[in-house]
C-alpha cells in the first residue's frame, strides 16, 4: 500500500519524502530542500541558490523543512526573512512547504497576513493545540501527524479528530516507528480504514503539488 511519508530524516525508506539541506548531496529518491533554522547562519543567500538550481529536480518535491525555531534558531526577522525567501520558491514553482515550527507561531501568522498568496504550508510534527491549527484553517495551512499520535492523551490525538480531512497527512521524522504504523493508529483514532487514509493523503497530496510522487 502507499503510505506516504511525508517528512523523513532517515534515507532509502519507500515511499517517504527525505528531508535534505542544501550543504548536503542531492540523494537518488524523493526528497524536499530547505534551510532549517536550527543551521541559519549568514551564508543562507549561498543556500537559496542551491535550492534554486535544483528546482527542476525530478525528485524534489518539496521545499523545506524550513520555518521557526526560537529555542534553537537565530535572531527572529532573519528566520521569517529566510522563511518568506523559500516559501516564496515554492510559491513560484508550484511545491508545497514543510514546516517546522517551535515556538514561532507568530512569525507564521506575520508570515501569512503579509503573503495573501502563500504556498500550501505542512506544519510538520503537529502536536499543538487544536486551537492553534484551527485558527489556520482559512488559509492553506496542512498538518502532518507523527510519532506524537501514538501517545495516548497528545495534542495531536486531539486535533486529529476535529482536523478536516483534507488537511491531514503522516510522517515519521527522526522516529523508528513504522509510517504503516502511524496509519493504522489514525484510522483507529478516526474510525477510517487504513485504506481510506491512504486515498485521503495521496487526494491531499496531488492537490498541493504539480509534481508526480515516485512510487517505491
Ligand atoms: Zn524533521
Redesign the pocket.
Known amino acids: 500500500m502507499f503510505f506516504l511519508d511525508i517528512?523523513t530524516?532517515s534515507i532509502g525508506k519507500q515511499n517517504s519524502i527525505l528531508?535534505r539541506r542544501p550543504e548536503e548531496t542531492i540523494p537518488s529518491q524523493s526528497f524536499s530542500l530547505g534551510i532549517h533554522p536550527w543551521y541559519l547562519k549568514t551564508d543562507w543567500a549561498d543556500l537559496i541558490n542551491i535550492i534554486e538550481q535544483n528546482i527542476h529536480h525530478p525528485h524534489l518535491q518539496a521545499i523545506g523543512?524550513c520555518g521557526f525555531d526560537l529555542l534553537k534558531g537565530p535572531e527572529e526577522n532573519l528566520q521569517l526573512e529566510v522563511f518568506a525567501a523559500q516559501a516564496k520558491i515554492a510559491k513560484k514553482h508550484g511545491l508545497p512547504v514543510i514546516l517546522?515550527c517551535v515556538k514561532g507561531l507568530h512569525l507564521l501568522q506575520a508570515f501569512l497576513k503579509r503573503n495573501p498568496e502563500s504556498p500550501a504550508i505542512i506544519w510538520?510534527g503537529y502536536n499543538q493545540k487544536p486551537e492553534v491549527a484551527k485558527n489556520l484553517l482559512a488559509r492553506p495551512v496542512y498538518f502532518s501527524f507523527g510519532e506524537a499520535l501514538m501517545k495516548e492523551g497528545s495534542n495531536a490525538q486531539k486535533f486529529i479528530r476535529e482536523c478536516p480531512l483534507d488537511r491531514i497527512f503522516f510522517e515519521t521524522?527522526?522516529s523508528d516507528v513504522e509510517i504503516s504504523s502511524i496509519y493504522k493508529q489514525a484510522s483507529v483514532i478516526l474510525g477510517l480504514s487504513i485504506e481510506e487514509l491512504v486515498f485521503v493523503v495521496r487526494d491531499n497530496w496531488n492537490h498541493i503539488s504539480k509534481r508526480k510522487l515516485n512510487e517505491g
Do not use: I, P
Request: charged share 25%; net charge negative; glycine share 0%.
Open positions: 517528512h530524516h528531508s523543512e517546522h510538520h521524522d527522526t
